[in-house]
């Protein structure tokens, strides 16, 4: 959402994109919220008032953060990625391709659960 965000070039569109990913993402109880600490939000909630292609820089870093220190590795340690990464191999005969890494399509239907897990 904020990728695309940084691509909005009118201020109209700016406006009411910052305040749709303020209200899934950010807002306390939103229907998608992530995981960041009560300051990055207050000072993001004051940088949509008026905003800019930056206003969701500090929550981004926050969430990829979080996500690099805690999220991804407790992914790798999930059984739904071990038992992925056990179906790749088999299905590559014990080889893996790094072509396949991240692009097996075991792993992209299994976005979803990832996404609800974080």
């Known amino acids: ?6 691509k909005t070039r009118t201020p109209a569109k ?12 950010i807002a306390t109880d939103a229907p ?8 990055t939000k207050e000072v993001t909630k004051k ?13 981004q870093r926050k969430v990829h953060m979080l996500m690099e ?3 991804y590795p407790r992914f790798l340690k999930s059984e739904l990625y071990k038992d992925l990464l056990k179906q790749t191999q088999v299905e590559n005969h ?10 097996s399509t075991g792993l992209l239907q299994t976005q979803a659960e990832f996404t609800a897990w974080l």
Do not use: W
């Open 1 to 6: 959402a904020c990728e695309d965000y940084k």
């Open 14 to 25: 700016l406006a009411s994109k910052a305040k749709k990913i303020y209200s899934d993402f």
């Open 32 to 39: 998608k919220e992530v995981n960041i600490d009560f300051h």
């Open 47 to 59: 940088n949509i008032v008026q905003p800019t292609l930056s206003c969701f820089d500090l929550a």
């Open 69 to 71: 220190k805690d999220s």
């Open 94 to 103: 014990g080889y893996r391709r790094r072509s396949q890494s991240f692009t």
